[in-house]
Antibody, heavy 118, light 110 residues
Framework: QVQLQESGPGHVKPSQTLSLTCTVS??????????WTWIRQPVGKGLEWIGR????????SYNPSLKSRVTMSVDPSKNQFSLNMNSVTATDTAVYYC?????????WGQGTLVTVSS | QSALTQPASVSGSPGQSITISCTGT?????????VSWYQQRPGKAPKLIIY???NRPSGVSDRFSGSKFGNTASLTISGLQTEDEADYYC??????????FGGGTKLTVL
């Protein structure tokens, strides 16, 4: 059974960089052709796709509204992928999920709340 | 890139059927069969219930079904049960290689 687990600071100050890591267990990230995705959800609101990266790290795609602030990377040797979002503001406060994207988002992490405040 | 359009809420009684619509454009829902649906209960991560318009993952009840016509996809839940009460989200691939979500629909089982 594939499992994903987000990790990282639960609090970030405005203008700083949000950094999260997702650790995949139960299968190797390289076992098949998947994209690895970040999705966020402000408390009480809907889901927003942030972006995705393939296992090689050579193919990325980002939400146009966030593209200028987002970078994703992958480390298949550690079965991990990461999200960096710079210049954060209070509107970036949300639960951040990592997910596997094959035909759809079939496996999700439990989510981690990141609060942006001074 | 605007979110897909879903009704904010739907309701039904146990045993009834309900349908949730998800309207996009010819640049996403209308042009790709990569439409999926997710069920999210309070405090939990979303769960995949339909992929590629009408396919159910293993373990998902056959009371859930999906379809698409033109730029609108639909999720139908038949034989409503109290446990179906949750938020439901659609998602679609787009022509700029991104994914879009709908705004979400709150299902209330009366």
């Amino acid at each position: 059974q594939v499992q994903l687990q987000e990790s990282g600071p639960g609090h970030v100050k405005p203008s700083q960089t949000l950094s999260l890591t997702c650790t995949v267990s139960g299968d190797s990230m390289t076992s098949d052709s998947y994209y690895w995705t970040w999705i966020r959800q402000p408390v009480g609101k809907g889901l927003e796709w942030i972006g995705r990266i393939d296992t090689s790290g050579g193919d990325t795609s980002y939400n146009p509204s966030l593209k200028s602030r987002v970078t994703m990377s992958v480390d298949p040797s550690k079965n991990q992928f990461s999200l960096n979002m710079n210049s954060v503001t209070a509107t970036d406060t949300a639960v951040y999920y990592c997910a596997r994207d094959g035909r759809a988002f079939d496996y999700w992490g439990q989510g981690t709340l990141v609060t942006v405040s001074s | 890139q605007s979110a897909l359009t879903q009704p904010a809420s739907v309701s039904g009684s146990p045993g009834q059927s309900i349908t949730i619509s998800c309207t996009g454009t010819s640049r996403d829902v209308g042009d790709y069969d990569y439409v999926s649906w997710y069920q999210q209960r309070p405090g939990k991560a979303p769960k995949l219930i339909i992929y590629e318009v009408s396919n159910r993952p293993s373990g998902v009840s056959d009371r859930f079904s999906g379809s698409k016509f033109g730029n609108t996809a639909s999720l139908t839940i038949s034989g409503l049960q109290t446990e179906d009460e949750a938020d439901y989200y659609c998602s679609s691939y787009t022509d700029i290689r991104t994914r879009l979500f709908g705004g979400g629909t709150k299902l209330t089982v009366l």
